[in-house]
């Protein structure tokens, strides 16, 4: 069974990463947070930035799975050049770590997490808390990660990516 799941949500500037693990039916939270690197103007320092720090991540934890939301185009050419690159540094990784991948889109996500397709990124934060019983505002982009993670964990359990509230 797969106890560490990563879940990376890559962005242009900021790239959400968030850790749990599966034990029996539960979820326990490992780690969550962000790579910042808006304010780098090089575009392949930026790229290093979210290898190094990934890496450093995946040395750490030792998960076993990577969890990614599906590739979807942008009108913004640029915009979807620039998520293709985080992707791809994100895929790489996941290679040369062995991890296996799973891939989700956001209704799938949404759903998994919030139980709707359409749910607003705020629902879905509302309800990764109190999944992993965080009482601390977390970053958006951590928050879209952790969902990753909790969905991937949903699936390795065969729930369909349906919650198991541990209260």
């Known amino acids: 069974m797969h106890n560490v799941i990563i879940g990376v949500d890559p962005g242009s500037n900021i790239t959400g ?19 910042d690197t808006s304010d780098e103007n090089f575009r392949p320092k930026s790229l290093e930035i979210i290898f190094k720090n990934l890496s ?23 915009s979807s ?5 985080v992707r791809g540094i994100v895929l790489l990784l996941a290679s040369l770590y062995d991890l296996d991948i799973m891939e989700f889109n956001s209704t799938q996500v949404k759903s998994s997490i919030a139980g709707y397709g359409r749910a607003s990124k ?6 990764v808390k109190r999944l992993l019983s965080i009482n601390e505002d977390i970053p958006t982009d951590a928050s879209d990660a ?21 209260v």
């Open 122 to 127: 705020t629902q879905v934060r509302f309800m």
């Open 81 to 85: 050049i620039i998520l293709g690159e």
């Open 146 to 166: 952790l969902a990753l993670s909790l969905c991937a964990g949903f699936e390795v359990l065969g729930s369909q990516c349906f919650p198991i509230l541990k």
């Open 17 to 35: 990463y968030g850790i749990i693990k599966v034990e029996r039916k539960f979820f326990s939270l490992l780690d969550y947070g962000i790579i």
């Open 56 to 78: 450093s991540i995946i040395e750490f934890f030792k998960p076993q799975v990577l969890s990614l939301e599906k590739a979807f185009y942008y009108r913004n050419v640029k």
